[in-house]
Nanobody
């Protein structure tokens, strides 16, 4: 069983930065994808960024260069560096790990990010 452990959420002012981290415990091999989603009061859960085991990343349209996802080589650990945070970024941020074959998905419990104007 894989457990995703998230950390790094908190409260900041607009324009400041936060770094979220996520580790997938209980897995001896690399999962195919790891990523971050968020749930805000005004939107359904949406993709922020996802990165594969080779380091290729995709981002949600709203990111606009403000966030960067990175993954440690050979490890099931990802970081999400978030810069120029805005009040609309407030929400619960969830880590996801995805295996393709067999198809398996794991979610973290979520970490709160609050951005004040």
């Amino acid at each position: 069983q894989v457990e995703l452990v998230e950390s790094g959420g908190g409260s900041v002012q607009a324009g400041e930065s936060l770094t979220l981290s996520c580790s997938a415990l209980g897995r001896s091999t690399e999962v195919d994808y790891m990523g971050w989603y968020r749930q805000t009061p005004w939107k359904q859960r949406e993709l922020i960024a996802r990165i594969d085991s080779g380091g290729t990343a995709i981002y949600g349209d709203f990111v606009k260069g403000r966030f960067t996802i990175s993954r440690y080589n050979g490890k099931n650990m990802v970081l999400l560096q978030m810069n120029s945070l805005e009040p609309d970024d407030t929400g619960v941020y969830y880590c996801q790990a995805l295996e393709l074959r067999p198809s398996l998905t794991w979610w973290g419990r979520g970490t709160q990010v609050t951005v004040s104007s």
